[in-house]
C-alpha cells in the first residue's frame, strides 16, 4: 500500500516526488525482486490483460 493504495493502482507518472533516481538513493528501498520503473510498468502492464486472480496455467487451461 501506498498512501492507502494498492501499489498495483498507483500511477507512478503522477507522484510528485520519485526518491529512487536520486543520486544516493538505493533503489531495492523502492522496489523489490531488482525491479525498477521500466520493469515495473511492464509487470503492471502484463497484470491488465489477464483476468483478476487468473494464474498463468489456468488461463492456459480455459484457452485450450
Known amino acids: 500500500m501506498l498512501e492507502g493504495q494498492p501499489v498495483f493502482e498507483v500511477d ?3 507522484l510528485a516526488d520519485k526518491a529512487w533516481p536520486q543520486p544516493g ?3 531495492s528501498d523502492w522496489f523489490n ?3 525498477d520503473e521500466i520493469s ?3 509487470l503492471l502492464a502484463a ?5 483478476r486472480g487468473c494464474l498463468e ?3 492456459r ?3 485450450s
Open 12 to 14: 507512478m507518472a503522477a
Open 25 to 27: 538513493s538505493d533503489i
Open 33 to 35: 525482486y531488482r525491479f
Open 40 to 42: 515495473w510498468k511492464v
Open 47 to 51: 497484470r491488465a490483460w489477464r483476468p
Open 57 to 59: 496455467d489456468q488461463c
Open 61 to 63: 487451461d480455459k484457452d
